[in-house]
C-alpha cells in the first residue's frame, strides 16, 4: 500500500472526505456504493467501489462465475472465448491515472517560506484581492493560500 500523504479528520458525525483527486483517479461518482475492508490487527481500513454480485461486463445475475477480482456470467465467457483475438479482459477499475489524465509538465515546489513571500508581496500590491485569485497568480489552490496566511 501506498501513502498518498493526504489527511482528512473525522467530523462530528465520524464522517471524513475522500480527497478530489482520489475520487477522479478511482472514478468514485456521487452516490457510487463503497465497500469497507478492515485489518484489525495492523489498524487499517481500506475503501474500494463496491461492484457488486453482477456480470462486469453485461450485468446479468445469472450463471455468475468470479474471476479476477470481478464477476462475469457464462454468456458472456462464451462470447469471449469465441473471440479469440479479444481474450484481455476490461477491469472494472483504472489502472492508473496515466491513462484517464494526460501526462502534464511536472510542477517545481516551492518552499512554504519562498511561497509566503510572494503572497506578502501580492497582498501588499493588491490588498483587496480574494483568495481565489492570489491562488490563480501563485499557481496553488486556495486552501494552500489559507494556509500560508496562517504563516503570515
Known sequence: ??????????????????????RRVLNYEIGDPIEFFLDEEAGI?????????ACMLCGSLEGLTYFRDSFMCV?????????????????PYPAAADHVYPK??????????QMVDKLRRLIESDPNASQKEYAKQLGISQGRVSQLKKLL
Open 1 to 22: 500500500m501506498k501513502s498518498t500523504g493526504m489527511t482528512r479528520p473525522l467530523d462530528a458525525l465520524g464522517r471524513i472526505v475522500i480527497p478530489k483527486e482520489m
Open 104 to 113: 502534464t509538465k511536472k510542477k517545481m515546489y516551492q518552499s512554504a517560506p
Open 45 to 53: 481500513l481500506c475503501l474500494r467501489k463496491y461492484i457488486g454480485v
Open 75 to 91: 454468456n458472456c465467457i462464451r462470447e469471449l472465448k469465441s473471440h479469440p483475438g479479444s481474450s484481455k479482459l476490461p477491469s
